[in-house]
């Protein structure tokens, strides 16, 4: 099956450096979308993104999908205690017939020391 | 819109029990879904459904089924709960069978199995 690897698995930051979580996958994605959990929460979903080179921005927060479609990132500048929590990737496989079937990444989850 | 509503939020049970975990959601939406979440594994795709009468599997079934004969619910039945399915099991809901589409998530069941 699919699988979407996403690292790193921690990370660790001072309030106010950048902060950069990564999704790979081996399979070309048709789609991919960001989700931030907040420690007790469910994920809540941020953003999508779908076209090759895509780059998509959120006040600090910057998307982007690679030009083989086949990973993605997500870089918050300046974090603040409010960005703690777990990221996710989810992506879905070009072509097929798997009923639009997300596979998530493993998350990323940061935590701000202020 | 109470969006995606999930009962009970806790739960134990010994093990060989069974029991259902409710979902339901208001927003009319064809996709539905769980996930169990567990530590540095992500979210992973227990069962999905389409529309009413349509499920199928996803990645971890064994030991789940799931019933759809409703738009508004999807419950998930643990038929002889095992200590390996300690997890937090959310269930989400997205318009439409592609995945090109948000996903919103339950508030989760924190299921601990003795």
């Known amino acids: 099956g699919q699988q979407v690897m996403q690292i790193p698995q921690y990370q660790h930051v001072q309030e106010g450096e950048d902060f950069t979580t990564y999704c790979n996958s081996s399979t070309t994605l048709s789609n991919i979308q960001w989700y931030k959990q907040r420690p007790g929460g469910h994920p809540v979903f941020l953003i999508q993104l779908v076209k090759s080179g895509e780059v998509k921005k959120q006040k600090r927060l910057t998307f982007q999908f690679g030009e083989a479609k086949k990973n993605s990132s997500l870089h918050i500048t300046a974090t603040q205690t409010t960005d703690v929590g777990t990221y996710f990737c989810?992506?879905?496989?070009?072509?097929?017939?798997?009923?639009?079937?997300?596979?998530f990444g493993q998350g990323t989850i940061l935590t701000v020391h202020p | 819109n109470a969006g995606v509503t999930q009962t009970p939020k806790f739960q134990v049970l010994k093990t060989g029990q069974s029991m259902t975990l409710q979902c339901a959601q208001d927003?009319?939406?064809?996709?539905m879904s769980w996930y169990r979440q567990d530590p540095g594994m992500g979210l992973r795709l227990i069962h999905y459904s389409v529309g009413a009468g349509i499920t199928d599997q996803g990645e971890v079934p064994n030991g789940y089924n799931v019933s759809r004969s409703t738009t508004e619910d999807f419950p998930l039945r643990l038929l002889s709960a095992a200590p390996s399915q300690t997890s937090v099991y959310f269930c989400?809901?997205?318009?439409?069978?592609?995945?090109?589409?948000?996903?919103?998530f339950g508030p989760g069941t924190r299921l601990t199995v003795l």
């Open positions: 989810a992506a879905a496989n070009a072509g097929g017939t798997s009923y639009g079937k997300l596979t």
């Open positions: 989400a809901s997205r318009r439409g069978r592609g995945s090109y589409n948000e996903q919103f």
């Open positions: 927003m009319n939406h064809e996709y």
